[in-house]
Every structure is written in structure tokens, then in C-alpha cells.
């Protein structure tokens, strides 16, 4: 299996501006996680989804951002409009079994808003 | 949630033994005990992970204390390439992982 597959690997865009990340998890996963890393606030989660369906979007900061999941092979994650302090790294996450197994990481998606 | 304490960071010469500890004194019956590592300019990589058990794998040993309370990873032989962070990390079935700070490991040739 190739992994999880994230793209863009790197995005610069210009405040304002929407960004759509994507990601593709493990054939036979039923879970997906969305993170976000920064220097500052370190590797925090933004949403969880379970059979494609939401579970846990607590970690979502504000309206500006929002994912989905319209099918078990796909999910983006949007910010709209994108600002300088969603500059980060965002990983994607799929596991078959949340909480009690491993959990594999795509190679993540740099976002530089300028 | 039930949380994690490691130190911010920890020094090992290459080819020793490195044993890296985590307390989790609040941890419930039904809590696994994860282990991810983050390379430089990588994403997070599972380690290792257990429930009651000690576990070995390829890539390392969980230690795990008898009341549950606290564990280790061991890393039998540390290599330069094993510099990274390192987190312990408690789950429970249905839920999501969430990433403290972490130990810094340095690898001194």
C-alpha cells in the first residue's frame, strides 16, 4: 500500500486566499484525523472522522476552517480565507482501529500564507 | 483525557542503550499506552503500543509498570537516525490521539 497521501506537500498563498488540502488514507481504514503542527502550539488535532463521518471537530479553530469526508478514499480540509497564522504543517492520519492501533501519517502538506 | 509527563529532553551516545520514561498516573483500565517518534522534518511514526504487557518489536521495548502508572520505551541500540521526539501518548478504543510535547532525544556519535 502507498501510505496516507497528502497533497499539496507545499502551498504559499497570499492572505485572503482559499486553500484546499487533501488527503487520501490507507485502503480499509474507517478512521481519519486531521493535525496541525506548529513551533508554537506543537501537533494538535483539528477533527476526526469515523466511517466518514465527523466524530470530534473540536480542535477545528474557527468557521474559517472546515473538512469533509464525502467518501472513505477522500477528505479535504479548507480554510476560507486562509490567514498568516494557519501557516503550518498539516498532517493526515488513518488508522482501522482508533485509539488501539497504529496510526499512520501521510508526509503532511506545508502551508505558508504570506 | 488521561494525560502524559516525559521530560522535554534526554542525551544518549550512539549504540547505548536509551530508555525513555513516561508517567501516566491517572491512567484508566481501558487505556493503551502509544509510542510515536517524529523525525526531522517528518511526520509522526508509530513506535510501539501496549495495554498491560511488556512488547517488544523491531524497533524498540515497551516496558510497562505493574500498576500502570508509568512505562518506558527502550531503544536497545540508539543510532544517530533515532534522534527525534518522542511521545507517549494514552488512547482508548474510538478515540483520537492527542500529542503532548514530548522528549527531545539527541544522539551523540
Known amino acids: 500500500d502507498a501510505g496516507v497521501i497528502q497533497s499539496p506537500r507545499h502551498e504559499v498563498t497570499e492572505m485572503g486566499q482559499e486553500v484546499t488540502l487533501r488527503c487520501k488514507p490507507i485502503s480499509g481504514h474507517n478512521s481519519l484525523f486531521w493535525y496541525r503542527q506548529t513551533m508554537m502550539r506543537g501537533l494538535e488535532l483539528l477533527i476526526y472522522f469515523n466511517n466518514n463521518v465527523p466524530i470530534d471537530d473540536s480542535g477545528m479553530p474557527e468557521d474559517r476552517f472546515s473538512a469533509k469526508m464525502p467518501n472513505a478514499s477522500f477528505s479535504t480540509l479548507k480554510i476560507q480565507p486562509s490567514e498568516p497564522r494557519d501557516s503550518a504543517v498539516y498532517f493526515c492520519?488513518?488508522?482501522?482501529?482508533?485509539?488501539?492501533?497504529?496510526?499512520?501519517f501521510g508526509e503532511g502538506s506545508r502551508l505558508t500564507v504570506l | 483525557d488521561a494525560k502524559t509527563t516525559q521530560p522535554n529532553s534526554m542525551e544518549s551516545n550512539e549504540e547505548e542503550p536509551v530508555h525513555l520514561p513516561c508517567n501516566h498516573s491517572?491512567?484508566?483500565?481501558?487505556?493503551?499506552i502509544h509510542w510515536y517518534r517524529q523525525l526531522p522534518s517528518q511526520g509522526p511514526e508509530y513506535v510501539i503500543h501496549g495495554l498491560t504487557s511488556n512488547v517488544n518489536n523491531r524497533m524498540a521495548s515497551l516496558a510497562i509498570a505493574e500498576d500502570r502508572k508509568s512505562s518506558t520505551l527502550i531503544l536497545h541500540r540508539a543510532t544517530l537516525r533515532d534522534a527525534a521526539v518522542y511521545y507517549c501518548?494514552?488512547?482508548?478504543?474510538?478515540?483520537?490521539?492527542?500529542f503532548g510535547k514530548g522528549t527531545t532525544l539527541s544522539v551523540s556519535s
Open positions: 501518548i494514552l488512547g482508548q478504543a474510538g478515540t483520537a490521539l492527542i
Open positions: 492520519a488513518s488508522t482501522q482501529r482508533p485509539g488501539t492501533g497504529e496510526l499512520f
Open positions: 491517572t491512567i484508566s483500565g481501558t487505556d493503551y
